[in-house]
């Protein structure tokens, strides 16, 4: 039986699995959390999340978006990060960047406050964002855009 010995802080699991010609692989999984503190600085978290076996949703399953997809998969190419959280302000604004940056990539969004859609002359049109503080960065929220900068693998 296969034992991983773990010295990290992190978790860790062993998933078994079978490739394309049916042979048993085994892939390991290391899973770590950390703690932003500021704009800078990053440390390892003292609640390491645990190694999610199937997605977790933001609400129901189906209707909501994935707050977390399964780590355990037969094989990972990459490494996974993952940004949960909030865009906050300090004091009330229409909109916001927020940025994360690991290692060369860097991304960022436009965090906009809520907005209706109205008729208008003819015409559908967007109103005003209202200022917030504090908005959930979640794809219910998402609109437009595509990211072509790094491109899944078709393998």
């Known amino acids: 039986m296969l ?11 062993i998933v078994p699995g ?3 010609e049916g042979r048993d692989t ?7 959390t950390f703690d ?3 704009r800078t600085s990053l440390a390892v978290s003292s609640i390491q999340v645990p190694i999610v076996h199937a997605e977790t949703f933001h609400g129901e399953p189906g209707v909501s978006s994935i707050r977390y997809e399964a780590d355990a998969c037969p094989a990972k190419k990459g490494t996974d990060v993952v940004l949960v959280g909030h ?3 300090i ?3 229409a909109s916001l960047d927020v940025s994360l940056a690991v290692g060369p990539v860097r991304k960022i969004v436009r965090v906009t406050g809520d907005r209706v859609w109205f008729r208008s002359l003819a015409r559908i049109a967007a109103s005003d964002a209202v200022a ?3 908005m ?3 794809y219910e929220r998402a609109f437009g855009g595509a990211d072509h900068a790094f491109p899944d693998d078709a393998e």
Do not use: H, M, Q, Y
Request: glycine share 8%.
């Open 91 to 93: 004091r009330p604004v």
């Open 18 to 20: 079978l490739d394309k």
């Open 136 to 138: 959930p960065l979640i």
């Open 132 to 134: 917030f503080t504090r």
């Open 87 to 89: 865009a906050c302000s």
């Open 36 to 38: 932003l503190g500021g």
């Open 26 to 32: 085994v892939t390991v999984v290391v899973k770590g």
């Open 3 to 13: 034992e991983i010995k773990n010295r990290t802080p992190f978790v860790a699991a």
